[in-house]
Structures are given as structure tokens and as C-alpha cells.
């Protein structure tokens, strides 16, 4: 039996590309599933109680990537706010926010003006339990994109 290598070799590069491919789309599918369940899973605020307007932290989370080495197909991505207090609401303030430059923190809540010197702001975990909701999920298009490349011809 003859084995014609450069029809292998062509089927392998065939093959490899096929799973660069759903590789790079699974990581794509990935980060746009934990966008959705962190975008309502965030919390959205009350009129009044910021300058921001309730929602803004949901409205901020965005996508980056995939992004990666196709000849490896490692691919990488990042999902966040692009809020500034995105991580604050998301972590805590621990011992608490406290003013950088001037002696006081100064703002309105509810309409009244606040001085102040320092604050704090409980976790209220959104992107932790979006990644953890989604983990399998993720999986499971993973093996289902590389299970239709290796089957394609």
C-alpha cells in the first residue's frame, strides 16, 4: 500500500487549521457567554445614589479578544468593565475608599452633598459567578467545535 505524503501532509495542515479555527471561536463564544451572565448578574445601582446612572456597570462590560497564536491554537480573551468602580463592586473596598488628593471624599447621594473620609463599599460579585456558571458550558462548545473539525473533509 502507498502512502502519498503530500496528500497527509496537505490533510494535516487541512485538519489543523479546522481546529485553529474552532479553537479560536470557542474561546470567542466563551467570553461572550460570561459577558451576557455577568451583564445580569451586575449590579445595577439606584437613581440617585451616584453619578452614575443605574445599569452603567452592566452597560460597561465589554470583550477583548480572542486573541492568540493560531499556529499553537492558543487563544486568550478578557472580559470586564471598563468602569472605574467596576472592581470595587465587584471585590469590595476592603478597609475602605479613602480621598487621594484632597482631605475629604466629595459627592451627592440621593441629592445631598457628602463630606466625608472614607467609605465603604460591600463585594457584590458579578464576573466570578458568570466564569463559574459558564466553566462547562464553555467546555462543551470547545469539544463540540473540535469534534466537528475533526469530522469535516
Known sequence: MAIDIAETLAALDALNTRTNEAMRQSVADGLHLIQATAMAKAPRGTPGNS?????????????????????????????GPTTVYGRLRELGSGNGIFPV???????????????????????????????????????????ARL?????AV
Open 51 to 79: 453619578t452614575n446612572l443605574p445599569g452603567d456597570l452592566a452597560r460597561s462590560i465589554e470583550v477583548t479578544g480572542p486573541r492568540g497564536r493560531g499556529a499553537r491554537g492558543l487563544y486568550v480573551g478578557w472580559v
Open 147 to 151: 469534534k466537528a473539525a475533526e469530522s
Open 101 to 143: 488628593r484632597a482631605r475629604m471624599l466629595h459627592f451627592f447621594k440621593f441629592g445631598e452633598e457628602v463630606f466625608t473620609y472614607s467609605v465603604h463599599q460591600k463585594a457584590e460579585p458579578y464576573l466570578k459567578p458568570a466564569v463559574d456558571e459558564n466553566l462547562m458550558n464553555i467546555l462543551a462548545i470547545g469539544i
